[in-house]
């Protein structure tokens, strides 16, 4: 413990985002979890979705942690080397005595020497580009400062130094040539953007990308226009392809940044947008797995769309149902939905809960969306009825009768049930109105409304015409101050 | 006369009334004497003496018979609007201070301010919460209102009673200081009411008990009071059967033929007066000079050059209908 607080980089520990709470999330047979699919994914998200999971899952912490520190020696960051540590000594500290872990020192040992050596190669790489940056800056040769500063940014990335590799790229993009270069550089940052987690921006970027696009495929297509005609169609299919990959990976971040900002229903469009596995190329594995891409985009879709758009984008999608497969429960789950079993619905939900909130793309929305999805079911369970007893409904979702109570209230206050409960029976009754007698009811109350106006604004317009109105205040604001006074000499309600 | 009768204002408040009665040319007039004679009433607390020149709405104005300044509108329908309030009609209360509340000019008097506060006031006993000025206030005052404690006491509304109690108890001093403690009072009072209001809607019965639990009041027989005053008073439609439980039944007004007959005739005799205000304002000499200028940059309305608020009655009259 000693040497960590001596260590001079230790930065203060992992940063959580808005609103993470560690609450320890059990894993079971009740709740099953694949570490393993986890651990086939690249690059660095792995790690940062294990250092989510170690605190929140004791009981897989230790297979978690050497995971990671195989994953963390590989790579050259060693401050999430340090928070990887961190989020160890929480998960200790949550699993407490019930079911003590082993101290990561006796797993493996602090590693001191491989830390210093990493830093030590960093800042030698670090210097060694920054010279190079000067020298090329010097010469002025553009091609060269660009291709400097984009490896002073991914250095700065594997770094972990986010601030200063996005200030790489936006410099980057003053020296971006062709449309191509600009194509490379907003997928840089948009695979930068998404390691961090900033949402917001994605848009700005897949905005900047899309025309990049455009403009290079058009290129390519007519640059092919000149070789010899056998080579024409290879090309456009070829160019097809390429287009499809860099959409595909647009496609996906948009859809991330609208679910990280809670527009369901956007994200669920974009998610069944993106094309086949194939074309997201190696972010299937660094970005998101396309399990995962399963499991946001049904989960969206559930909590915002109608049936038929359910029925019509997810189900008879082809491309989706790729990743549908590679995550077979989210089919069970849409099927029991169509068909009206929600208890099954619920109980699925519950079962993977534990998967969902580990996820770092999904913990925070996980809440919202199975709220929604149960109050939709709610909704669409009552449409059919006139009245309907309390305790069969309960039934159907597997809740207690007050419990369902709670929720209906809270959805007819909502306005999104149109009937009252009869507490006395037990019953939820549907509401019937008279359309006649509220039309009547409307009409007489628009006609003296309107009545009143017009006499005001009569009243005003007259004020106007007879210049009436209030001036800048003098001696008639303080009069008026003053005759305030007389008429309350006492307060004429007591 | 006024300052001769000092003390004894009460004595005059007669010979006031005849005159204001007798002096302008038709009741809808505005005059000079208005605010006089209703200050007086307020003053001794004798509003029902103001209630036949209350009556009837005023929207004539005429300087030519006397010098009338923006101060005697203002004074007049707040006056009014207080005079109403203590007569708790509530109703005609709100549209006066309204008046006061949407009287033209540049920036707000003080005494529009006093008037917003009492008008969000009786508006929380009206109809359980506020409504929002119409668009020709002045919105310097709708900022001001903004700031102060009236503005927190609406948004709370309804609240239990304990509750508002203690949301009230701290700006006491401003409302005993502003005299308005006992329209306070009396919001606080009914709130209890807009609570079951708000029940009718989700629950078809509901027992005594729950209500009370919900409306924050201790006792059965109370809360039992409380129903048959509103049913009583046609705010809700219930049944209490004997063991305590109370039925809500939803009743939509019933409109006879007579009725209707009537706001029909209503709503024609007015716009027959709009059409002929229009005609005598198309014939008036400077809109036609006006008109002529801007023929040939727009059809559109050209009324708003010469009153811009004329027309604008007609798309905030639509706003009303569905509301």
Known sequence: MDIE??????????????????????????????????????????????????????????????????????????????????????????????????????????????????????????????????????????????????????????????????????????????????????????????????????????????????????????????????????????????????????????????????????????????????????????????????????????????????????????????????????????????????????????????????????????????????????????????????????????????????????????????????????ILQAKRTDQRAALFARAMKAGSEMQATNRKLLLRMRLQQADLVIKAPTKPQQSSLGHSGEIHQSDPYR | MVQAAGENLKLILGPLRDLATRYPPTPSHLTTLHPIFLTACVTTRHFATALPILSSPIFNIDTSLSELSYNDNLIYHYAGGVAFGALKRWREAEEFLEICVTAPGQIPAAIQLEALKKLTLVQLILYGKATAPPKYTNPTLIRMLKNTSYHTLAKAYPQTISSLTATVYRDIDIFKAEQNLGLVQQVIQRAPRWLIRRLTLTYLTLGLGDIAKEVGIESEEEVRAVVVSMVESEDINASISVDGTVTFTTSTAQFSKAEIDKAVAQAQAQSQLLQELERTMNSSKEYLVKAIKHKDDAWGPDEDVMFNTHPGGSSWADENLYS
């Open chain 1, 5 to 426: 607080i001596d260590e001079p980089e230790f930065i203060a520990p992992l940063k959580t985002t808005s609103n993470k709470r560690r609450y320890v999330l059990p894993i079971d047979d009740a709740h099953p979890f694949d570490l393993d699919a986890l651990g086939s994914g690249a690059g660095r998200t792995v790690v940062d979705r294990l250092i989510y999971l170690i605190p929140t899952c004791p009981t897989i912490a230790t297979q978690a942690f050497q995971l990671a520190v195989g994953r963390t020696t590989q790579m050259r960051d060693t401050t999430l080397y340090q928070n990887l540590l961190y989020a160890y000594e929480q998960a200790v500290a949550v699993a407490g005595t019930g079911n003590p872990l082993p101290a990561w020192n006796e797993l493996t040992p602090f590693d001191q020497s491989w830390v210093d050596e990493t830093n030590r190669k960093n800042s030698e790489e670090k210097i060694k580009l920054e010279v190079e940056l000067k020298t090329y800056t010097s010469n002025m040769i553009k091609e060269s400062i660009r291709m400097a500063h984009r490896d002073l940014a991914e250095f700065h990335r594997s770094m972990g130094d986010y601030q200063t590799a996005l200030k790489h790229y936006a410099k980057l993009r003053e020296y971006c040539a062709t449309s191509q270069h600009v194509l490379d550089m907003c997928l840089s940052v948009l695979e930068l953007l998404l390691e961090q987690r900033n949402y917001a921006h994605i848009p700005t970027y897949v905005f900047k990308a899309e025309p990049a696009l455009d403009a290079t495929t058009n290129s390519l297509r007519n640059s092919n226009q000149g070789p010899t005609a056998t080579q024409a169609p290879l090309g456009k299919e070829k160019i097809a392809a390429e287009r499809e990959k860099v959409q595909s990976k647009l496609d996906l971040a948009t859809a991330l940044s609208h679910l990280g900002q809670g527009a369901y229903e956007k994200a669920a469009g974009s998610f069944l947008k993106i094309g086949p596995i194939k074309a997201l190329g190696d972010w299937a594995k660094k970005v998101v797995a396309p399990s995962d891409i399963a499991i946001y985009g049904t989960l969206c879709a559930l909590a915002s769309y109608p049936r038929s758009a359910i029925k019509s984008h997810v189900l008879n999608n082809a491309s989706f149902s790729v990743y549908i497969e590679q995550e077979p429960y989210v089919r069970e789950v849409v099927e029991a939905y169509m068909a009206s079993k929600f208890k099954t619905v619920l109980d699925i939900l519950e079962r993977n809960s534990t998967r969902h909130m580990v996820d770092i793309h999904l913990s925070s929305h996980v809440q919202n969306l199975v709220h929604l999805i149960r109050s939709r079911a709610l909704v669409l369970y009552f449409q059919p009825f006139a009245s309907i007893k309390l305790e069969s409904m309960s039934l159907a979702f597997g809740w207690t009768p007050e419990y369902l109570e709670q929720q209906i209230v809270g959805l007819i206050q909502a306005g999104e049930i149109q009937a009252r409960v009869d507490k006395q029976n037990r």
